[in-house]
T-cell receptor, first 112, second 115 residues
Framework: GENVEQHPSTLSVQEGDSAVIKCTYSDSASNYFPWYKQELGKRPQLIIDIRSNVGEKKDQRIAVTLNKTAKHFSLHITETQPEDSAVYFCAPYNQAGTALIFGKGTTLSVSS | GAVVSQHPSWVICKSGTSVKIECRSLDFQATTMFWYRQFPKQSLMLMATSNEGSKATYEQGVEKDKFLINHASLTLSTLTVTSAHPEDSSFYIC???????????FGSGTRLTVV
């Protein structure tokens, strides 16, 4: 099965700085790579995703980069704001379309 | 669109009783739904995959006789926690893949407290 590692587990930045979270996975058949944001007590919300035929995708302040050879993908948040503070999860899944397998999460704290 | 409705949002029950959690896909058909459990400050752990009209597939270490899953229609999956104990207290969330899309949509979650 898919083995997912996510780093760092916690990340503290100043408002306006950039934040980068990295996720490594084990299943070379994985072809879909999403990032979720979860606020306390709430459901995970998809913030950005990428398919395996693309190396990078950007949506305003958020971007995801994928390195299929090395089997890792990263979340990049620029110009961070206090409302970006939350737990972020990577959750790749494989071609079989089985369930998302979540990383252990990264707690991002943005201080103003 | 693509909403999964989950009920109840929270429930408190006594040890030894059973609790049923429902997840409904409101505007699409979900042949497969997924059930996750999340303990405080931890990740979402996949418990089981619910398949419409057939038996659920449970992840290793999840007791199928304790966590009963029923997926009797294309829009409804239920998780019943039987003989609940305090260690079953957790946040339970369902999700489904929306046909024609890459993303998965999640229910709002159920906070279960067993006293």
């Amino acid at each position: 099965g898919e083995n997912v590692e996510q780093h760092p587990s916690t990340l503290s930045v100043q408002e306006g700085d950039s934040a980068v979270i990295k996720c490594t996975y084990s299943d070379s058949a994985s072809n879909y790579f999403p990032w979720y944001k979860q606020e306390l007590g709430k459901r995970p919300q998809l913030i950005i995703d990428i398919r395996s035929n693309v190396g990078e995708k950007k949506d305003q302040r958020i971007a995801v980069t994928l390195n299929k050879t090395a089997k890792h993908f990263s979340l990049h948040i620029t110009e961070t704001q206090p409302e970006d503070s939350a737990v972020y999860f990577c959750a790749p899944y494989n071609q079989a379309g089985t369930a998302l397998i979540f990383g252990k999460g990264t707690t991002l704290s943005v201080s103003s | 669109g693509a909403v999964v409705s989950q009920h109840p949002s929270w429930v408190i029950c006594k040890s030894g009783t059973s609790v049923k959690i429902e997840c409904r896909s409101l505007d699409f058909q979900a042949t497969t739904m997924f059930w996750y459990r999340q303990f405080p400050k931890q990740s979402l752990m996949l418990m089981a995959t619910s398949n419409e009209g057939s038996k659920a597939t449970y992840e290793q270490g999840v007791e199928k006789d304790k966590f009963l899953i029923n997926h009797a229609s294309l829009t409804l999956s239920t998780l019943t926690v039987t003989s609940a104990h305090p260690e079953d207290s957790s946040f339970y969330i369902c999700s489904a893949r929306v046909p024609g899309r890459d993303g998965y949509t999640f229910g709002s979650g159920t906070r279960l407290t067993v006293v």
